[in-house]
């Protein structure tokens, strides 16, 4: 079966613009988390999902990001007026299960470049 | 911030030799998992330890865990080169989130 798949896997913005990263998770995956990856770090959590709703935002760095899984399924990391700092590589992954019980299935990255 | 801490930051082997690579943590936990990174790629989940476990063997991985010391290692026998990469530890602790080490890169020379 398909794995987790991102899109755009790169983008580059210029400095306040606003951009979305969309995650597409496993089907029927009830967990779904973002993470925040700078060069040569490891991931940083952002956010996580159990279905629909958003249970931990406390990794997201600042109200410029938001986050949303409207259906449960696909979601959606929004940044608003993006600067420089906000250059990173962004991981969605997804679990079985709900919580960090189980093993997270990453997928490729978006690598977001803001000029 | 991150949790956890790996070491070695680098390692160089030869293809053959073992690999160790350790994971030190700060919280309590409810699992560690150990990740792999392939330059500019996503992360692929290695192994899944629990709290109540000690040690566990996949393939040429073996890893240990030691909530006492509130440690862990990554052993992998026999390396090869396609083994050169980042690894990574995370712990999962009783809420949701999931905490990454700052790596190990292992260099496997042929």
């Known amino acids: 079966g398909a794995g987790v798949s991102q899109s755009p896997r790169y983008k580059v913005a210029k400095r306040g613009q606003d951009v979305a990263l969309r995650c597409d998770p496993i089907?029927?995956?009830?967990?779904l988390f973002w993470y925040q990856q700078a060069l040569g770090q490891g991931p940083e959590f952002l956010t996580y999902?159990?279905?629909?709703?958003?249970?931990?935002k406390s990794g997201l760095p600042s109200d410029r990001f938001f986050a949303e899984r409207p259906e449960g399924s696909v979601s959606t990391l929004k940044i608003q007026r993006t600067q420089q700092e906000d250059s990173a590589v962004y991981l969605c992954a997804s679990s079985p299960s709900g919580g960090v019980r189980d093993t997270q299935y990453f997928g490729p990255g978006t690598r977001l470049t803001v000029l | 911030s991150q949790q956890g801490e790996e070491d070695p930051q680098a390692l160089s082997i030869q293809e053959g030799e073992n690999a160790t690579m350790n994971c030190s943590y700060k919280t309590s936990i409810n699992n560690l998992q150990w990740y792999r990174q392939n330059s500019g790629r996503g992360l692929v989940h290695l192994i899944l330890?629990?709290?109540?476990?000690r040690e566990k063997h996949s393939g040429r991985l073996r890893v240990t865990l030691d909530t006492s010391k509130k440690s862990s290692s990554l052993l992998i026998t026999a390396s090869r080169a396609a083994d050169t990469a980042s690894y990574f530890c995370a712990t999962a602790n009783t809420g949701n989130q999931f905490y990454f080490g700052t790596g190990t890169s292992l260099t496997v020379i042929p």
């Open positions: 089907s029927g995956h009830v967990s």
């Open positions: 999902f159990q279905n629909e709703a958003q249970l931990d």
């Open positions: 330890i629990r709290s109540n476990e």
